[in-house]
């Protein structure tokens, strides 16, 4: 258990489809982040969320977008997707922005077809 | 932007053996982070360097914060067939706001 959960655990989605992924985490932490990973390429950070504000925005398309209601839950939706979009997607928290450690969760395995 | 290089990319050792790797950059970070990923799964974080010239060490794992701030060093020590999977160094960038991470080494262990 580490205290960040995603779910679903893998997803298969088509172009047209329209999907949401989720994340929890039960560490009290202020900051949430939503990272791509793609084989042999380093993490991609994506959003990033200090007290449900979205305070980064890494120049990721409008087809991915962030919810964060709460401190302690963070959505990505999706939608009109493309091939190159499939990839492992990462959630991960830290007690403040730039504070400590971030702590993952499993990640969300996304494949378009 | 700040970048993090790791060597090997790769690498396979026997069990038993002890194993180097490191992340250099041509920037100075403060903080840096060492994250081991199995197949499937997320990183977890495997040890945690804060200062300049700090040695860490986590069981069989030793990690070590440049002095000049620009790499950081892990060690295992005998190693086991667990200890396979990728291997991520992260440092904390120049705003102190997020954490860039290495393209990691892939460790195999044969039996």
């Known amino acids: 258990e580490t205290g960040v959960t995603q779910t679903p655990r893998h997803l298969v989605m088509g172009m047209t489809n329209k999907k949401s992924l989720k994340c929890e985490q039960h560490?009290?932490?202020?900051?949430m982040y939503w990272y791509k990973q793609s084989a042999k390429k380093p993490l991609e950070l994506m959003f990033v969320y200090n007290f449900k504000e979205q305070t980064e925005n890494n120049s990721v398309p409008s087809r991915f977008s962030p919810e964060c209601p709460n401190s302690s839950h963070l959505f990505l939706h999706l939608h009109t997707l493309q091939p190159e979009d499939s990839a492992l997607y990462l959630c991960?928290?830290?007690?403040?922005?730039?504070?400590?450690?971030?702590?993952f969760g499993s990640g969300t395995r996304l494949t378009v077809v | 932007g700040q970048q993090l290089n790791q060597s090997p990319q790769s690498m396979f050792i026997q069990e038993g053996e002890d194993v180097s790797m490191n992340c250099t950059s041509s920037s100075i970070f403060n903080t840096w982070l060492w994250y081991k990923q199995d197949p499937g799964e997320g990183p977890v974080l495997l040890i945690a360097l804060y200062k300049a010239g700090e040695l860490t060490s986590n069981g069989r794992l030793t990690a070590q914060f440049g002095i000049t701030r620009k790499d950081s060093f892990l060690n295992i020590s005998a190693s086991i067939p667990s200890d396979v999977g990728i291997y991520f160094c992260a440092g904390l960038d120049n705003y102190g706001q997020n954490f860039v991470f290495g393209p990691g080494t892939r460790l195999s262990v044969l039996p």
């Open positions: 560490l009290g932490h202020n900051a």
């Open positions: 991960a928290s830290s007690q403040d922005p730039g504070q400590g450690y971030y702590t």
